[in-house]
């Protein structure tokens, strides 16, 4: 996962604290589907706010609250989702490590900082294709399943419902297919910018993602399989981590690495080879 690696869209990498990784994700040998309101960005975890569109003349829009359909909508189709979140290479690869360890997913340092304990944590490294099998095999209860990287981009607050209706309750639509339908409808022609969509400083992220749909109360687990390609340390990953998950490990086909930071570049730790 680091030598003449030139497919940038062979591996996904997931950021997070070593106790998780030993205690749940590696024991286990599942990846949890989040909430999608559980999430840092203000987007997703905030309700959204729909405007009203017609173009009928007969409609009247002051028979809808529009407290009450925009807080309904944004329910519908926030309160059921689930998401599990990745870091992707950046294209093209070389296949030199030597100028391509800047454009690799697991060594991005806000993300250590961020998500993986500041640097003690582990960046888990998956087969991209291994991975999707698991998903489509596991998670058609829960379809529609959505998936891709996401898109990065600002937008002002002032709305053009007529450029574009991602945020707009279509009221002839509503009228026609009803309330326990028109939320799919709306999911499936927007979902690009309501799931797949953030503001420029989320660029650095490369973020990928996988989307599904529960009513239930319960966890969506997704039991990973072969997809595990390999673990990264990080700087400040203490010893006794490490060893506890070359333990776990062992004997499946698991690559381990570590990175080390000399004054302001990040390098492999070779001399570490299968920490042992």
């Given at each position: 996962?680091?030598?003449?690696?030139?497919?940038?869209?062979?591996?996904?990498?997931?950021?997070?604290?070593?106790?998780?990784?030993?205690?749940?994700?590696l024991?286990?040998?599942?990846?949890?589907?989040?909430?999608?309101?559980?999430?840092?960005?203000?987007?997703?975890?905030?309700?959204?706010?729909?405007?009203f569109?017609?173009?009928?003349?007969?409609?009247?829009?002051?028979?809808?609250?529009?407290?009450?359909?925009?807080?309904?909508?944004?329910?519908?189709?926030?309160?059921?989702?689930?998401?599990?979140?990745?870091?992707?290479?950046?294209?093209?690869?070389?296949?030199?490590?030597?100028?391509?360890?800047?454009?690799?997913?697991?060594?991005?340092?806000?993300?250590?900082?961020?998500?993986?304990?500041?640097?003690?944590?582990?960046?888990?490294?998956?087969?991209?294709?291994?991975?999707?099998?698991?998903?489509?095999?596991?998670l058609?209860?829960?379809?529609?399943?959505?998936?891709?990287?996401?898109?990065?981009?600002?937008?002002?607050?002032?709305?053009?419902?007529?450029?574009?209706?991602?945020?707009?309750?279509?009221?002839?639509?509503?009228?026609?297919?009803?309330?326990?339908?028109?939320?799919?409808?709306?999911?499936?022609?927007?979902?690009?910018?309501?799931?797949?969509?953030?503001?420029?400083?989320?660029?650095?992220?490369?973020?990928?993602?996988?989307?599904?749909?529960?009513?239930?109360?319960?966890?969506?687990?997704?039991?990973?399989?072969?997809?595990?390609?390999?673990?990264?340390?990080?700087e400040?990953?203490?010893?006794?981590?490490?060893r506890?998950?070359?333990t776990?490990?062992?004997?499946?086909?698991?690559?381990?690495?570590?990175?080390?930071?000399?004054?302001?570049?990040?390098?492999?730790?070779?001399?570490?080879?299968?920490?042992?």
């Amino acid at each position: 996962m680091i030598i003449n690696v030139t497919d940038h869209t062979k591996y996904l990498y997931h950021y997070t604290r070593a106790e998780t990784a030993i205690n749940y994700i590696l024991k286990d040998r599942t990846l949890r589907l989040s909430e999608y309101t559980s999430t840092n960005d203000p987007k997703e975890t905030k309700a959204w706010r729909f405007s009203f569109f017609t173009t009928s003349e007969d409609l009247d829009l002051s028979d809808y609250s529009h407290e009450d359909m925009s807080a309904w909508l944004s329910s519908k189709l926030k309160r059921d989702t689930r998401l599990i979140c990745f870091s992707q290479d950046t294209a093209p690869l070389s296949g030199n490590h030597l100028e391509d360890i800047f454009k690799r997913g697991f060594c991005k340092p806000r993300m250590w900082a961020q998500y993986a304990d500041n640097h003690t944590g582990v960046c888990l490294v998956f087969d991209r294709e291994k991975l999707q099998q698991q998903v489509v095999a596991q998670l058609k209860p829960y379809a529609p399943i959505l998936h891709g990287p996401v898109r990065y981009g600002d937008h002002g607050i002032a709305e053009d419902i007529f450029a574009d209706q991602t945020f707009t309750i279509n009221c002839d639509e509503l009228e026609k297919y009803g309330q326990d339908n028109y939320p799919l409808i709306h999911l499936l022609r927007h979902h690009h910018k309501l799931f797949f969509e953030k503001m420029s400083d989320w660029s650095a992220e490369s973020e990928y993602r996988w989307i599904v749909f529960s009513k239930a109360n319960t966890p969506i687990y997704l039991r990973y399989r072969h997809a595990l390609a390999g673990i990264v340390f990080g700087e400040e990953t203490a010893e006794e981590h490490k060893r506890e998950i070359a333990t776990i490990t062992g004997g499946k086909s698991v690559e381990l690495r570590g990175l080390k930071w000399k004054n302001h570049s990040p390098w492999f730790d070779f001399e570490r080879t299968g920490y042992k």
